[in-house]
Nanobody, 114 residues
Framework: VQLRESGGGLVQPGGSLRLSCVASGFTFSQSGMRWYRQPPGKERELVAYISSGGAITDYANSVTGRFTISRDNAKATVYLQMNSLKREDTAVYSC????????WGQGTQVTVSS
């Protein structure tokens, strides 16, 4: 089983990034997926959720209206489109899924700085 994130990097405040998480080794299309983030020196927090079919999404208050979670089950990939980025969005972003939410990616660093 593997979850592999990509798309992180350094971006200026107000900029955008799109994160991707490619899954393998489990039935992706039957699994809800989540994006988490862990800012430096802080606890990990849930950012966004999407149901297995993609019809239901939910977001942390801090990112609502700026971030969009989506998925492509044919590609076993979940995305996180991040717009209007703020310095406080700086964190390691990880995807999570599978039965009982047991699978995690290694994370990708997002740094928002001028």
């Amino acid at each position: 089983v593997q979850l592999r994130e990509s798309g992180g990097g350094l971006v200026q405040p107000g900029g955008s990034l799109r994160l991707s998480c490619v899954a393998s080794g489990f039935t992706f299309s039957q699994s809800g997926m989540r994006w988490y983030r862990q800012p430096p020196g802080k606890e990990r927090e849930l950012v966004a959720y999407i149901s297995s079919g993609g019809a239901i999404t939910d977001y942390a208050n801090s990112v609502t209206g700026r971030f969009t979670i989506s998925r492509d089950n044919a590609k076993a990939t979940v995305y996180l489109q991040m717009n209007s980025l703020k310095r406080e969005d700086t964190a390691v972003y990880s995807c999570n899924g599978g039965y009982a939410w047991q699978y995690w990616g290694q994370g990708t660093q997002v740094t928002v700085s001028s």
